[in-house]
């Protein structure tokens, strides 16, 4: 699966967007991507995936570029909830193929 | 609760105890993972499940013996560990090879362990 390349960390203050970026410039046809959250000393979140078009779900908007190199998630009102580490991760699916999870990126929502 | 229930919570061990982490899941899903998290730290994928056989074992020592009896169930047995093994360990269940789109995974909350 491809490599993925997150900034290591970000603020936002609370009520604002929280926009963070993916760097995957070696994305293959069949792979989606996959944003992932992790609170503290919790199990990770799924948030949202996609493909190549913009996804909105009740938590986050997906936004990949057209030629599918980079994609940002999009927190439209940062709570100090969504302080979190937010991972991007892309693997084709339906192929068996495990989720690996790098470092993320680290959000802090600052009041 | 996210339909992935892990047990216990917390668990302090000693080097010489032997003790057990279990998950169970009642999603109907058919794959089972393992994940340790070491402080500050990415998440190491340890063992795979899917339909209850083993298919991915991820260079983990011996001290780490998982066992999956059925496809709700996994356990991760432990015995003769050393204080690096300290950590958050994850379970996670999907649904391996669907014909639908979304694969992804769901997580439970961890045991956090600690090996005095």
């Known amino acids: 699966d491809a490599k993925t390349t997150q900034p290591p960390s970000m603020d936002c203050a609370e009520g604002r967007a929280a926009n963070l970026p993916c760097n995957h410039s070696t994305i293959s046809g069949n792979e989606y991507v996959y944003w992932y959250r992790q609170i503290h000393s919790q199990g990770p979140q799924y948030i949202i995936h996609g493909l190549k078009n913009n996804e909105t779900n009740e938590m986050a908007s997906l936004i990949i570029t057209e030629d599918r190199k980079s994609s940002t998630l999009i927190l439209p009102h940062a709570t100090l909830r969504d302080t979190a580490v937010y991972y991007c991760?892309?693997?084709?699916?339906?192929?068996?193929?495990?989720?690996?999870f790098g470092t993320g990126t680290s959000l802090t929502v600052i009041p | 609760e996210t339909g992935v229930t892990q047990t216990p919570r917390h668990l302090v061990m000693g080097m010489t105890n032997k003790k057990s982490l279990k998950c169970e899941q009642h999603?109907?899903?058919?794959?089972m993972y393992w994940y340790k998290q070491s402080a500050k730290k990415p998440l190491e994928l340890m063992f795979v499940?899917?339909?209850?056989?083993?298919?991915e074992n991820n260079s983990v020592p011996s001290r780490f013996s998982p066992e999956c009896p059925n496809s709700s169930h996994l356990f991760l047995h432990l015995h003769t560990l050393q204080p690096e093994d300290s950590a958050l360990y994850l379970c996670a269940s999907s649904q391996a090879f669907t014909t639908g789109e979304y694969d992804g995974y769901t997580f439970g909350s961890g045991t956090r362990l600690t090996v005095v």
């Open positions: 999603l109907g899903h058919n794959a």
């Open positions: 991760i892309v693997r084709a699916v339906n192929t068996g193929n495990q989720f690996y």
């Open positions: 499940y899917s339909l209850e056989e083993r298919v």
